[in-house]
């Protein structure tokens, strides 16, 4: 096992955090190859982060988290950009989530307007 220092330990907390919005349960494993990010599936297979985005496994795990840290981001964009990303969604949530920007946008008004002088 690799003896990291502490600021190499403080910057995988940093990407671990951002890897496991996106892939939850995530963690490093050490092959023959270097290290790479997995993350367990329903099904029990293990799921190679950095493989999916054509990522060969690093020579360390701090490098292997960055790699993990990157693929999340891209992964959440595409995943915002999509354009069939609203159509795969339910009408009621489609209504829900519209529902609830009207009601945070009233709620500002009110605020504001509270400290108005007529």
């Known amino acids: 096992m690799i ?14 955090k951002k890897v496991h919005k996106q892939f939850p349960g995530a963690y490093l494993l050490a092959t023959a190859n270097g290290y790479t990010i997995v993350q367990e599936q329903d099904d029990l297979l293990l799921k190679d982060i950095l493989s999916e ?9 701090v490098k292997a988290w960055e790699h993990a840290q990157g693929n999340a981001k891209i992964f959440q964009n595409l995943n915002r950009t999509h354009p069939l990303r609203i159509e795969g969604m339910e009408m009621e949530d489609k209504m829900a989530r519209i529902e609830a920007r009207k009601t945070r946008r009233d709620e500002k008004s009110i605020k504001s307007s509270k400290f108005d002088i007529y």
């Open 3 to 16: 003896k990291l220092l502490d600021t190499d330990k403080k910057l995988i907390e940093k990407y671990k």
């Open 53 to 61: 985005f054509f990522i060969p496994p690093t020579t360390t795990p």
